[in-house]
């Protein structure tokens, strides 16, 4: 089975086609309104909700059946009515205009599909299932909703709204992934979810002015010793270590395969090994590597 291309797209002020006015397209709609797309709805009957948004000029009304020219300036289309055939036909007028087109009755036939949303704006968490199973996607949302922090969303405003001040208080990159660790495991997310943003931006603020003045913590070292060669025989915990690392300090021994499954952007500090070399003394070579580091591994065949 093929996979679809995961996207976000900006829709503001962008015209979007929603044929059929049923309960299936009112989610539809309500869904791009919330993003900022201009949206018509083409259909002889609206539900309640769709007629309001038309009646408060939310959107406009294309009153009656679909005809091609709705198609005119859209730059993607949903097909949502309960006509399996008409929404065929939709999708083929659009393909001939290289609209892209969500058939809501059909997976295969669309040509864009509408993930599942946990929303915590500007935060987007999408599951999809490629269509195969889209109640799935729901109760995974649902399972989710409660997984993650209302107050995320206001986190994630927070934090792009002193980006500058951050990249100038701490230059350095290291510090200033230590900064963002702090931000989102520190005390802040516990101020916005007390609904206290004013308290949560002096918290962030104070921690910028006190920028250079905190000694890079000592890094929190772990070692794969023996390390295996296989990475199957890697453990839980040691690939829970490899994705925490921002740093590998290894045995040029260690094969690239083991090596692969740490974080990606972790740098990579190779070291000789002396096989007569006490324990003591590696261990400072190995400590000395990953100074300044917050999260080290050590691997040692
Ligand atoms: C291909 C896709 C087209 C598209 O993009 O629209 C599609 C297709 C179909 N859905 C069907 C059924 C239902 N879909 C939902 C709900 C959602 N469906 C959504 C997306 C998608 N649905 C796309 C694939 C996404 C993926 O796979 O990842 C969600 C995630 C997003 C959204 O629509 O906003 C939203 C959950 C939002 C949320 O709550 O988070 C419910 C309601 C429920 O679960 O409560 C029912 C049960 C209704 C019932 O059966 O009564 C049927 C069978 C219809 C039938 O048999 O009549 C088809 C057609 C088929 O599969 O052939
Ligand atoms: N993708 C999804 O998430 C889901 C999809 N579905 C599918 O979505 C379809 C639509 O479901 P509902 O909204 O509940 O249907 P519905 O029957 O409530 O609404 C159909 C709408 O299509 C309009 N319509 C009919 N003929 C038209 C024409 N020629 N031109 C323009 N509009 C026309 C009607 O006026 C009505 O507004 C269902 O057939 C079902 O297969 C159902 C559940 C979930």
Redesign the pocket.
């Known amino acids: 089975m093929k996979a679809l291309y995961p996207l976000f797209a900006d829709l503001t002020g962008r015209a979007v086609l929603v044929v059929g006015g049923g309960a299936?397209a009112e989610?539809?709609v309500r869904?791009l309104l919330n993003c900022g797309a201009t949206v018509r709805v083409g259909a002889p009957r609206l539900t309640r909700a769709l007629r309001a948004w038309a009646d408060a000029g939310r959107l406009a009304h294309l009153d009656g059946p679909f005809q091609d020219d709705w198609l005119a300036c859209a730059w993607l289309v949903v097909a949502a009515t309960g006509d399996r055939a008409l929404n065929a036909r939709v999708k083929a007028a659009a393909d001939t205009r290289r609209i892209l087109a969500?058939?809501?009755?059909?997976?295969a036939l669309?040509s864009?599909?509408?993930?599942?949303?946990v929303d915590r704006t500007p935060l987007t968490i999408a599951?999809?299932?490629?269509?195969?199973?889209?109640?799935l996607?729901?109760r995974l949302?649902e399972r989710m909703e409660a997984l993650f922090d209302p107050a995320l969303g206001e986190l994630a405003r927070l934090a792009r709204d002193h980006r500058p001040a951050i990249r100038r208080a701490y230059p350095d990159h290291g510090a200033r992934r230590r900064f963002y660790d702090w931000l989102y495991d520190g005390p802040v997310l516990g101020q916005l979810r007390a609904d206290d943003a004013a308290e949560a931006a002096r918290t962030l603020l104070a921690r910028l002015d006190d920028a250079g003045d905190e000694p890079a913590p000592p890094p929190s070292l772990r070692w794969i010793a023996p390390c295996p060669a296989d990475p199957g025989d890697i453990t839980l915990s040691q690939l829970r270590a490899l994705n925490e690392a921002d740093v590998l300090v290894y045995d040029t021994q260690v094969g690239e395969a083991v090596l692969s499954l740490a974080r990606r952007d972790a740098d990579r500090r190779p070291l000789e090994m002396d096989r007569h070399e006490d324990a003591g003394s590696r261990e400072a070579r190995v400590l000395a590597l990953c100074s300044g580091y917050r999260n080290a591994v050590a691997l040692v065949v």
């Not at 969500?102 to 997976?107: K, Q």
């Not at 864009?112 to 949303?117: C, D, E, K, R, S």
């Open positions: 299936v989610r539809k869904a969500n058939v809501v009755d059909d997976p669309s864009f599909q509408v993930p599942a949303i599951i999809s299932s490629g269509g195969a199973a889209p109640v996607a729901r949302r």
